[in-house]
């Protein structure tokens, strides 16, 4: 199986905290992204990285912020918990044409803000 | 933007065929393919790069009309193992980190 885990499983927290989600990867591929998933809107890209601290915003970005300091791991932050941000959040790998351009998904991140 | 995808939903018998369609209004690049199965995470199925290549996974393949911006994803002789959520997903290629946009879905249930 690829090697990438995302942590926690599943967190239940409150409206106005910060949240830290994590992504890692143990398969040295270059990209990486955060995808959050909703029942009727399909998975929707919130930020990517093309390599360490190379980072870019995708679609639904507004309050959310990620980093990248080692190539394995990636974080997405959310900066002030809000119910919207209730949803499902996968993390995505690439190696880019090394992989065929596919992506391995990680089993995802159930969040529930309260 | 995200690539619209049709038909929402579809329910065959086993055996029967199917077609997904996927389609944008932006140039691209590549277009791919998932699966997602319920309480999963989607998986890889194929991709298909500029040139109106067709590639195919055992029963299931697909084409790419780069001029149209569209694919479309055929699933012959299906089996109960095909039933789950399709996703396509575009990309503008290098200069994008090829991230993907993916459509919403279209969910096929296979019955006995």
């Known amino acids: 199986d690829a090697g990438i885990t995302q942590s926690p499983r599943h967190k239940v927290t409150e409206t106005g905290t910060p949240v830290t989600l994590r992504c890692h990867q143990t398969?040295?591929?270059?990209?990486m992204y955060w995808y959050r998933q909703d029942p009727g809107h399909g998975l929707r890209l919130i930020h990517y990285?093309?390599?360490?601290?190379?980072?870019d915003k995708g679609e639904v970005s507004d309050g959310y912020s990620v980093s990248r300091s080692k190539t394995e791991d990636f974080l997405l932050t959310l900066e002030s918990a809000t119910s919207s941000q209730t949803s499902v959040y996968f993390c995505?790998?690439?190696?880019?044409?090394?992989?065929?351009?596919?992506?391995?998904f990680g089993s995802g991140t159930r969040l529930t803000v309260v | 933007q995200q690539p619209v995808q049709s038909p929402q939903a579809v329910i065959l018998r086993e055996g029967e065929d199917a077609v997904i369609n996927c389609s944008s209004s932006?140039?691209?690049?590549?277009v791919h393919w998932y699966r997602q199965k319920h309480g999963e995470a989607p998986v890889f199925l194929m991709i298909?790069?500029?040139?109106?290549e067709q590639k195919g996974h055992e029963k299931i393949s697909a084409s790419f009309n780069e001029k149209k911006q569209q694919s479309s994803l055929y699933l012959t002789a299906s089996q109960l193992s095909y039933s789950g959520t399709y996703f396509c997903?575009?990309?503008?290629?290098?200069?994008?980190?090829?991230?993907?946009?993916f459509g919403k879905g279209t969910s096929l249930l296979v019955t006995p």
């Open positions: 995505a790998i690439s190696g880019g044409r090394v992989t065929n351009y596919g992506y391995t």
């Open positions: 398969e040295n591929h270059r990209y």
């Open positions: 990285s093309y390599g360490v601290k190379d980072t």
């Open positions: 932006k140039a691209l690049y590549s």
């Open positions: 298909l790069l500029k040139g109106g």
């Open positions: 997903g575009t990309e503008g290629g290098p200069n994008s980190g090829y991230a993907l946009n």
